[in-house]
């Protein structure tokens, strides 16, 4: 408003136009106010304010006084830590490929113009709904060694048979695998399933006319076809697996001991359990920077790539 | 006979395997139903069917027997003697710590919250939508980005600030301060959803009520409101079923357990140590809090294909 007397050269209109271009456009910008809010205090704000106080010594509340890393040699020298860092590791490598290829497998065995497909949909489809802590519950409830799965392969004759993944600490975290895929596969198969009808019809003519097997045209022709979605399942699985948490609290409180540790219940403890807040900060901010690690190399491709090309 | 391309493949649905593929000089060849790669097939699909199948049919079987019959008998079998008593237990008696009212409290908790997150979630999306794809302003589209990069940034990592705003607020541990956490953690898919599909919505019709001289909530509420019904439908089975299966905000933001969400407290029955397990009325506990979204999943059928595709791109 005061530029209307800036100089000879700004004329009246100029100066009736300036302050009404924002007002003009108001309407939209209030209605967005939710959306600024949330994009720049919470998730903007929250994440920067959170990375801020992993170097400080925060303990019951959060304060200001710096410890430069401190908390970081603290959560990587801790053993409870380093064995939920290999947990997730473990999980997550076995999860991305067993989701991705049972995920596959299954869109593409749909997809050979079988009957009854929507109900074999469904079926895959229907754990998706439900939440981690259900599916969390109904496993081990399953996998009981006295009650479950165990003791009924035993009860058919085969009385050595052993299965109690929840209670061996070698193991537990395949048997959290095999509730997670029970949950998330029907996710990835839907997905490749999508994938797999936008392929042309014409390829697979061309597969036939050259005289290339079904399995062979889906391994050298099919998937390298569908480099996208591959992409997109894998940042899909990649940003679930390091929010595992859900899972682990219902299916094995972290136990045997603290065999089935991971990293964002090791933050939930630290903050809400412990009072031990530089301690959270410090490892969500790890975690963090996974994400950032997996994000990065994707963005990459995804969007530099295409900038040049 | 079907080589009229992909667009036809789902009315070939129903045809057998190389069918649509044979099409070649020769036409296709007869074809064996009980060939050896249909045997492989449908088998492999059987018994993947019953892996995903066996946790509802155990979860069923379980909650409708008596415990004596549990520890005897076999996980998998169906109930000698059908009883509704763990049902009921369940939905009335079940304890959590010195609550003993049952999971219908935890319900009636998770539905004080769902419904008016969803509607405001839904209602905020909207107009975003609408904002970012017509309304677009300076500064509109790096909002719209940061709001979709912090979909990805582990929840963790905003927990406690979030915790500090809801405080300063005084709604820390109210169900309003956790129905506000869901909008804010629901808002980028489905600002998303709707901003893409706003974009396909013609511009001459926007631009045809703008010389009509209506203005940003005349046509919201005229034109761009009664044209997104179907969208609205998916964003609220996304909605319905993340806040509904919602446990880590719920656990983070109410501070004491007689308003916990349902799953909070299903955990809490299921998994608390003291007295006899009873695994009957854990998996009708479980059962109950798993009926509102599978109601909803075999109920929206295709749709809640589609929300989950539209979550599936938002990369």
């Not at chain 1, 749909?110 to 981690?132: M, Q």
């Not at chain 1, 591959?230 to 682990?248: E, M, N, P, Q, R």
């Not at chain 2, 005897?72 to 959590?96: D, H, R, S």
């Not at chain 2, 809490?268 to 009957?280: A, D, L, M, R, W």
């Amino acid at each position: 408003m005061t530029t209307t007397d800036i100089g000879p050269n700004t004329g009246p209109r100029e100066t009736v136009r300036r302050p009404s271009r924002f007002l003009r456009n108001l309407s939209p910008k209030i209605a967005m106010l939710p959306l600024i809010f949330t994009a720049c205090v919470v998730f903007l704000g929250g994440t920067l304010w959170t990375v801020l106080y992993s170097f400080t010594k925060s303990g019951l509340l959060p304060r200001l006084s710096w410890v430069g890393l401190d908390q970081y040699e603290r959560l990587w020298s801790s053993r409870k830590w380093i064995v939920s860092i290999e947990n997730l590791a473990l999980y997550g490598i076995c999860s991305l490929i067993g989701t991705l290829v049972i995920g596959f497998t299954l869109a593409a065995l749909l997809d050979r113009k079988i009957r009854g497909e929507a109900v074999f949909r469904s079926i895959f489809l229907y754990p998706f709904a439900l939440s981690f802590i259900v599916t969390g519950l109904v496993w081990q409830w399953i996998l009981n060694p006295e009650l479950g799965l165990q003791n009924v392969v035993r009860e058919w004759g085969w009385t050595s048979f052993t299965f109690d993944p929840l209670n061996n600490p070698e193991i537990v975290m395949f048997g959290l695998l095999i509730a997670g895929l029970w949950q998330g596969t029907g996710l990835i198969m839907c997905i490749m399933l999508a994938g797999l009808r936008g392929i042309d019809e014409d390829i697979w003519k061309a597969a036939r006319v050259d005289g290339i097997g079904t399995v062979k045209t889906y391994i050298r022709v099919i998937i390298p076809m569908m480099r996208p979605v591959f992409v997109t399942s894998l940042v899909l699985i990649a940003a679930g697996i390091v929010k595992l948490y859900d899972l682990v609290v219902a299916q094995t409180s972290g136990g045997p001991g603290i065999s089935s540790e991971v990293p964002a219940k090791y933050v939930m403890t630290a903050m809400f359990g412990g009072q031990n807040l530089g301690q959270g900060f410090a490892a969500s901010s790890m975690m963090l920077l996974m994400v950032v690690i997996i994000l990065i190399p994707w963005a990459y491709l995804e969007f530099g790539g295409k900038k040049h090309g | 006979m079907a080589d009229t391309g992909m667009l036809n493949a789902a009315a070939a649905v129903t045809q057998p395997l190389r069918g649509t593929l044979a099409a070649g000089p020769r036409g296709p060849k007869p074809k064996n139903k009980f060939s050896r790669s249909n045997i492989i097939i449908y088998g492999t699909l059987f018994v993947v069917a019953l892996y995903y199948a066996l946790p509802l049919y155990v979860m069923i079987v379980t909650s409708l027997k008596g415990l004596p019959e549990i520890r005897m008998g076999n996980i998998f079998a169906p109930p000698l003697e059908v009883t509704f008593q763990p049902w009921v237990k369940a939905w009335q008696e079940a304890c959590t710590g010195i609550n003993c009212d049952g999971l219908s409290r935890g319900f009636w908790n998770s539905v004080r919250i769902l419904i008016p997150s969803v509607i405001l979630s839904v209602a905020i999306a909207s107009v975003n939508g609408y904002a970012l794809s017509m309304w677009k302003f300076k500064g509109s589209e790096v909002f719209f980005t940061i709001l979709m990069i912090g979909a990805f940034i582990p929840y963790q990592v905003m927990l406690y600030p979030i915790v500090i705003l809801l405080r300063e607020a005084g709604l820390y541990g109210s169900l309003t301060g956790l129905v506000l956490v869901h909008v804010a953690f629901g808002m980028p898919i489905n600002t998303l959803l709707f901003r893409n599909y706003f974009a396909s919505i013609p511009e001459e019709l926007f631009k045809a009520a703008r010389v009509d001289g209506a203005g940003f909530w005349a046509i919201f509420f005229k034109i761009i409101l009664p044209m997104s019904l179907p969208i609205c439908v998916v964003a609220l089975i996304i909605q319905v079923t993340g806040i509904w299966n919602d446990f880590l905000f719920g656990v983070t933001y109410i501070s004491s357990p007689d308003r916990y969400p349902m799953t909070v407290q299903l955990n809490n029955i299921v998994n608390s140590v003291q007295g006899v397990k009873e695994y009957n009325v854990n998996m009708a506990a479980t059962l109950l809090t798993g009926l509102v979204p599978l109601v909803i999943y075999f109920a929206s059928g295709k749709l809640f294909v589609r929300g989950i595709a539209a979550g599936a791109v938002k990369g």
